[in-house]
């Protein structure tokens, strides 16, 4: 059987200060999240497309693990690779260090970049535009969060022209040491798109969510709750039907509004819950 075709434009990534890495993609594919994103926190990311071979995916990592760099990691795929003419990989180490490699078969357009912190790669595109749109919108958005601009380089690689089959999914892979759920997690962000006629567009949309739920603002910045902010948030609670205990009848909205890791006790409220609140 065939592999899998997934011609697709993709940025493998990190911010070094934070801690993270990560992967967005894009392709006329069904479900693209499921073949080219892998990262682990601290050791680096891997792309995956063009003939995908997926096992790239974990035995690239393994190579980060042991300490090799982005290159090396790179030529040791691909040279153990019969099919490696038919494969293209981004690859981001532990360091930023970063390689791309588009096999001599791939379909054109096809081609990447690297660059301190990133790799992109595309196949199957307009042109090369789309891969440079990817590159500069990676350097050009240097001190927001990495899942933002590794969106804003999705957006910008698709208004550059994209896959020229179209669009199909889309997806965004971020980890960070502890960074997920609760802190008992390294997956800080992982959302997919798997079939829509806008994948970019709904990826972006997801991520506000996310954001929304579990995003987190310095508690010096949280608002004291005095006396009178008190009564509203009972009086608020007590309309959309949550009575007793404010603490507790706080802990349930929150929870039932999936808000519950913006939530720390009733002494200060995060300023996004209370506006949410208040929305209601």
């Given at each position: 059987?065939?592999?899998?075709?997934?011609?697709?434009?993709?940025?493998?990534?990190?911010?070094?200060?934070?801690?993270?890495?990560?992967?967005?993609?894009?392709?006329?594919?069904?479900?693209?999240?499921?073949?080219?994103?892998?990262?682990?926190?601290?050791?680096?990311?891997?792309?995956?497309?063009?003939?995908?071979?997926?096992?790239?995916?974990?035995?690239?990592?393994?190579?980060?693990?042991?300490?090799?760099?982005?290159?090396?990691?790179?030529?040791?795929?691909?040279?153990?690779?019969?099919?490696?003419?038919?494969?293209?990989?981004?690859?981001?180490?532990?360091?930023g260090g970063s390689?791309?490699?588009?096999?001599?078969?791939?379909?054109?357009?096809?081609?990447?970049?690297?660059?301190?912190?990133?790799?992109?790669?595309?196949?199957?595109?307009?042109?090369?535009?789309?891969?440079?749109?990817?590159?500069?919108?990676?350097?050009?958005?240097?001190?927001?969060?990495?899942?933002?601009?590794?969106?804003?380089?999705?957006?910008?690689?698709?208004?550059?022209?994209?896959?020229?089959?179209?669009?199909?999914s889309a997806a965004?892979?971020?980890?960070?040491?502890?960074?997920?759920?609760?802190?008992?997690?390294?997956?800080?962000?992982?959302?997919?798109?798997?079939?829509?006629e806008q994948p970019?567009?709904?990826?972006?949309?997801?991520?506000?969510?996310?954001?929304?739920?579990?995003?987190?603002?310095?508690?010096?910045?949280?608002?004291?709750?005095?006396?009178?902010?008190?009564?509203?948030?009972?009086?608020?609670?007590?309309?959309?039907?949550?009575?007793?205990?404010?603490?507790?009848?706080?802990?349930?909205?929150?929870?039932?509004?999936?808000?519950?890791?913006?939530?720390?006790?009733?002494?200060?409220?995060?300023?996004?819950?209370?506006?949410?609140?208040?929305?209601?």
């Amino acid at each position: 059987m065939a592999e899998p075709l997934v011609a697709t434009y993709s940025i493998a990534a990190c911010d070094l200060a934070a801690g993270q890495w990560g992967v967005a993609t894009q392709s006329k594919f069904l479900a693209v999240g499921s073949v080219v994103p892998w990262a682990e926190p601290g050791v680096g990311a891997v792309a995956t497309q063009a003939y995908a071979n997926p096992r790239y995916g974990p035995a690239g990592l393994a190579l980060l693990r042991e300490g090799l760099g982005a290159q090396e990691v790179t030529d040791r795929l691909t040279g153990a690779d019969d099919d490696r003419d038919h494969r293209q990989l981004g690859v981001v180490d532990g360091r930023g260090g970063s390689a791309s490699f588009t096999g001599s078969k791939c379909m054109n357009w096809a081609g990447g970049q690297a660059g301190p912190c990133f790799a992109a790669q595309g196949n199957i595109l307009v042109g090369a535009e789309t891969v440079t749109a990817l590159a500069t919108t990676f350097a050009a958005t240097a001190g927001k969060a990495l899942a933002v601009r590794l969106i804003e380089c999705l957006a910008a690689a698709q208004a550059a022209g994209g896959d020229r089959r179209g669009q199909q999914s889309a997806a965004l892979l971020v980890v960070e040491r502890d960074g997920g759920y609760g802190g008992l997690s390294d997956v800080l962000v992982d959302l997919r798109v798997d079939d829509h006629e806008q994948p970019v567009t709904e990826l972006a949309r997801l991520h506000d969510i996310h954001s929304l739920l579990f995003g987190q603002v310095p508690k010096a910045d949280w608002v004291e709750v005095d006396a009178t902010l008190r009564a509203e948030v009972a009086e608020r609670l007590l309309a959309l039907g949550y009575d007793g205990e404010l603490d507790q009848a706080f802990a349930d909205w929150a929870g039932t509004e999936n808000l519950e890791e913006r939530v720390d006790g009733i002494e200060r409220i995060d300023p996004v819950v209370l506006a949410e609140l208040r929305a209601r």
